[in-house]
């Protein structure tokens, strides 16, 4: 199973922000200036150098950071030239969900003080789930308060010594980045880390997988739902959240635009990966069900694993998870049947609590397991039994042997 520790204290930072202007510089001692975010068609700037391409994000050009399953980033609609997000999952707008693609950061630094340049999109935005080797720095996102949104902000991660880390933030600045470089002092290094990908697992699903309420306030955001503990137990080096609330196979947002699961199958299988999850049904209704989910499972192919679990109601919803099922069944595709009404729930009664999502995970990974052997104490016992020869039938054997020209024992008599 995962490791899903925290990360130890040597690589816990302590994490502080100070207010800067758009285009200052640094607030690290000894900074050689930004490294900033390479655009599309420009060529990458050295630190401390101007920037002010509005070209959309260079997801591979960078020799700094590494953006894993981010799709596209384009220029901030504010200030194009100075930060990147990312761009809505289809279907859903700024007015309607507001669920863009999350914008996911990682890069590999041997200083003690790693710092970030990001606009604040909101008073309180959420940082994002801050791993350091691979281990949470704490169970939940990392949050800030009392910010004015639009203006540029320094993060500041310290850590208690200098050394070798991979640091990657996922969902960072309210998932969609407002992302515009990092730095770190002139005697370290700051690059791009370059990993071997052999479990890309994506998740494409309603806001059982996008989130509702977060762990500080006992629901769960973009990055702190079962999604992310399913795919780390299934063996996952990377995650694409592809979920939009109030959406599932059959039932869509009222934008005019398809936001079906179906939909957001294009644009997660041109990320390659390996293994693909569908989670839904709450919202769907039981009509028309069964060949939707058809339809998006044959959209994503053989060739990959494939796995449904349901978030529909198993006592006001069970024609649903039967559709769903029988879909599993008709292609072949392994049906997680993962109990919800159980799971404790936030105040609206529907979506689950971080602790529910956690169990939720853990009792998805458990029906993915082989079954268990029987106790030592059912196994029926092998009888060994003793051949006995009457002697008169050792007789017979012998006399046979000799006819042969060989002896009891096998040997050949001379």
């Known amino acids: 199973m995962a490791d899903l520790s925290l990360a130890p204290a040597i690589d816990t930072p302590a994490i502080s922000i100070a207010a800067i202007g758009t285009t200052a510089a640094p607030l690290l001692a000894g900074s050689p200036g930004w490294f900033r975010e ?10 401390g150098a101007s920037q002010t391409s509005t070209a959309d994000l260079d997801l591979v050009g960078s020799t700094h950071f590494r953006y894993p399953a981010v799709p596209a980033a384009l220029g901030h609609a504010a200030n194009a030239g100075q930060f990147v997000v990312t761009a809505q999952k289809p279907g859903s707008t700024a007015a309607v969900q507001n669920a863009k693609w999350l914008f996911n950061l990682e890069f590999t630094t041997d200083a003690s003080a790693v710092q970030l340049r990001l606009r604040a999109p909101v008073a309180a935005p959420m940082l994002g789930m801050v791993l350091v080797n691979g281990r949470r720095i704490q169970e939940g996102a990392y949050s800030f308060s009392g910010l004015t949104a639009g203006n540029a902000y320094a993060v500041t991660l310290t850590f208690p010594s200098a050394g070798p880390r991979v640091v990657q933030i996922r969902g960072m600045w309210n998932t969609d980045g407002g992302f515009g470089g990092a730095t770190v002092s002139a005697e370290y290094s700051l690059t791009k880390t370059s990993p071997t990908i052999s479990r890309r697992v994506a998740i494409i699903g309603d806001s059982y997988v996008n989130g509702a309420g977060s762990y500080a306030s006992s629901g769960a955001n973009s990055v702190e739902t079962f999604a992310w503990r399913l795919a780390a137990l299934m063996g996952a080096d990377e995650v694409v959240q592809a979920g939009i609330g109030g959406t599932g196979w059959v039932n869509q947002l009222s934008t005019g635009a398809d936001s079906l699961f179906a939909a957001r199958v294009a644009p997660v299988m041109a990320l390659s990966p390996h293994v693909v999850i569908f989670a839904g049904g709450r919202n769907d209704p039981a009509a028309g069900l069964q060949a939707a989910v058809e339809q998006s499972l044959d959209a994503v192919g053989s060739g990959v694993e494939r796995y449904v679990l349901p978030t529909a109601s198993e006592a006001t919803q069970a024609d649903r998870r039967a559709a769903i099922q029988a879909a599993c069944t ?25 602790p529910g999502h956690v169990s939720y995970a853990d009792d998805a ?50």
Not at 38 to 47: D, H, N, Q
Not at 330 to 344: E, G, N, Q
Not at 386 to 397: E, F, K
Request: hydrophobic residues 35%; without cysteine.
């Open 38 to 47: 390479k655009r599309l068609g420009v060529a990458e700037s050295p630190a």
């Open 330 to 354: 008709s292609r072949s595709v392994r049906y997680l049947d993962v109990a919800v009404d159980s799971r404790p729930k936030i105040a609206d009664g529907i979506h689950m609590t971080y």
């Open 365 to 414: 990974y458990s029906l993915l397991q082989p079954a268990p052997m029987p106790p030592a104490s059912v196994v029926a016992p092998v009888v060994r039994r003793r051949l006995s020869v009457s002697p008169r039938r050792a007789g017979d054997l012998a006399s046979a042997q000799r006819r042969q020209g060989r002896d009891l024992t096998g040997r050949t008599r001379r």
